[in-house]
């Protein structure tokens, strides 16, 4: 069956044109259709001249902007993009939802309107990234500032059953990310976790150091939402960083100039492989929905990438799979999840 | 006054060829006077035909290698070099201690012997980031996994004071890692810190995230120290996985060989702006006495670097600013550190 994908138009740095023309590339290339959600006004002066019966207009008349306040603008706003789209997803016309809007209203609205996978203590937001080669996913990358041990341990059988069925692989070599390769090193908590993760029915191959991160040691790497965050925003940083460095060195001099004129579409590769934003976006895990969201500064190809992971995580029938590791995570974790973890509150501001 | 640097020759990856090699280029350019502490019959070996008064050997017959467990190596080897050193400060023979040797041990060793600046909770391992012109301080880059708020005030603390000597600085500004910048985002933890910076005499200029760590918008970056190692390892990994991509791309064709050759030399002063091993290596700020620890991997350029920080601290009368400061910090902050942190014990493995 054709897996219909619910797209904000209005959220994002480049909205609603470049998320606009993501969509037309997956109509044109992928079997999908689309239910575009957003200002009619604006998705019909982008849709002009086009015939397309995959594509259909949602009208959603408000817009959460991305200075909004997550929580605060999820409840003003019901008729947000963000909030239409999401109730399309809830009421079975849409299978999953895509957005590059705000990421903590995302967050807060889809648990809001789609609630938690029965036996989830808190979703997690996980991105693939790029290893050479192959990918990981790491995940929470921001969904959670705060957390206890039992959670990461739920994010670790959630990412493991993920790549399992996104990568094709029989075990997912999944690792725990802490600052120092033996079981003992780390905080308490990360320490905690590394035990229960030993003691898990997964591949839990260790703790892996960041400076290991994307050699592509482990398809699933845990972390807190925190750490996951600085993790991810350095890792841009640090791509912006050195091509920047590198461009300067190459107006340096006539010679550089011409030097850099032969390196440039190689080096540009080499960009875009680091660049996780071109795979996909970020999906959360958790929910009892498929949401994916993508980079603010999203263009066409990366909406695209999101509506393809999306259209990806339906077929795969990713939520079932959530829904199945949830019972199935051990009784202790699983009594862990229900005295320890405080379930999210709606004022909190994730 | 000439600076007496202790320096540990058998520790690191290079030792003690390289470390030596640090040394004789300090003995040469620095007013130090240099205690190499080690295995007499490697330091002579290393030493022979060479005569500079500003160069003594000190015996010590042990070793703490890299693999060793950190507190237990330090207790079980009393004459390890790493101790011997410490115990040159602490007597007052030397006026600081370097080393290059295992981190942890390093740490465990300089509690042990010279213990805490009194009112100072924690202490916490410092390295100077480059950031294009000028540079940060970033604290705590690994001394303690497991932290509480108020120890990271007085980083703030320690860090500002450092700064100010260091750089030449009036009022550092002091920022804070999370993963916003509104003062009400990251776990409870770092608001709680924020709140208590706000408060500060300090110059807080807020919440700045990992993406803009590289950018010099602050001198002193505070953290805990599992994010801050998270940080360190990330940025290490992140431009040998660049550079290790530019090299492939510079020998797919014998075009790009020629470019790359003619970039060659400008790419290198590059990865050295971003190598923050070639800048002198971490303070240990809150312990008694001066102690910079430097990469394992150093060579001995980057050990003439940390012998030159650990002088400079030293001139600068860092110590004594840090016992100041830990008298000087709010009377609040002081209660909360004699309260709530603990102590720290030796079996902890730092």
Do not use: C
Request: proline letters at 4%; charged letters at 25%.
């Amino acid at each position: 069956m054709t897996a219909r994908i619910a797209l904000d138009i209005m959220g994002g740095d480049h909205a609603p044109h470049e998320i606009v023309a993501g969509a037309l590339m997956a109509a044109g290339g992928l079997d999908v259709e689309l239910l575009l959600v957003g200002r009619p006004r604006e998705a019909e002066a982008e849709l002009r001249g086009i015939d397309n019966k995959r594509i259909r207009i949602v009208p959603a008349d408000d817009v959460i902007s991305m200075d909004d306040h997550p929580t605060e603008s999820v409840r003003a706003k019901p008729n947000a993009s963000i909030n239409v789209g999401l109730r399309l997803v809830k009421s079975g016309e849409a299978d999953a939802f895509v957005t590059a809007g705000n990421t903590g209203a995302s967050m807060a609205a889809s648990l809001l309107t789609l609630g938690r996978v029965k036996g989830i203590a808190r979703p997690a937001l996980a991105i693939l990234f790029p290893t050479g080669d192959s990918a990981t996913l790491l995940l929470d990358v921001g969904a959670n500032a705060d957390w206890r041990p039992i959670q990461l341990v739920q994010f670790a059988h959630m990412g493991s059953s993920y790549t399992q069925k996104m990568l094709g692989l029989a075990a997912p070599r999944v690792a725990l990310l802490s600052i120092g390769e033996e079981d003992s090193k780390g905080s308490q908590e990360v320490v905690e976790v590394n035990q229960a993760l030993r003691n898990s029915r997964l591949n839990f191959v260790g703790n892996i150091e960041s400076k290991d991160l994307l050699k592509g040691h482990a398809e699933v790497v845990v972390t807190d939402g925190f750490t996951g965050n600085v993790v991810i925003k350095l890792v841009e940083g640090m791509s912006d960083l050195m091509f920047g460095e590198l461009r300067k060195v190459v107006e340096l001099t006539p010679w550089n100039k011409a030097a850099g004129f032969i390196l440039m579409s190689e080096l540009r590769k080499v960009r875009r492989k680091l660049d996780y934003t071109e795979y996909g976006g970020a999906v959360l895990l958790g929910v009892d929905g498929l949401v994916v969201i993508s980079h603010g500064r999203s263009n066409a190809r990366a909406m695209f990438s999101a509506i393809r992971a999306a259209k990806d995580a339906v077929e795969h029938g990713v939520l079932d799979l959530v829904r199945e590791v949830a019972a199935e995570i051990p009784a202790k974790a699983r009594r862990g999840a229900t005295n320890d973890a405080p379930a999210p509150t709606d004022e909190e501001d994730i």
